[in-house]
């Protein structure tokens, strides 16, 4: 079984950095994509940003120049800077990942559980 598992969020003020990683375990071939989506209150969860194996990268256009996305092997991060007051939501790692079963492989899709990115003063 393949676990996401995600840290780093938190209450920070108005202008202020976070950084959230995302560590990946378990029986894992390969990684394809890895991104960050996020979900307000009362809003849909939206992609903030995603990175392939060959280390492109796409942002919304709401965090572009604010947030960079990194990878390292299984792990994903996001750097975000000039928090916003509107960047709050659960922040939700997603990975795509491929397996072995039977000599077949298998792509996933995998959520992590979700970390709070509060900012506000």
């Known amino acids: 079984q393949v676990q996401l598992v995600e840290s780093g969020g938190g209450l920070v003020q108005p202008g202020g950095s976070l950084r959230l990683s995302c560590a990946a375990s378990g029986r894992i071939l390969s990684i394809k994509d890895m991104g960050w989506y996020r979900q307000g209150s009362g809003k849909q969860r939206e992609l903030v940003a995603f990175?392939?194996?060959?280390?492109s990268t796409n942002y919304a256009d709401s965090v572009k120049g604010r947030f960079t996305i990194s990878r390292d092997n299984a792990k994903v991060y996001l750097q975000m800077g000039s928090l916003k007051p509107e960047d709050t939501a659960v922040y939700y790692c997603n990975a795509k990942i491929v397996e072995v079963g039977g000599g077949i492989k298998y792509e996933y899709n995998y959520w992590g559980q979700g970390t709070q990115v509060t900012v506000s003063s």
């Open positions: 990175i392939t194996s060959g280390g």
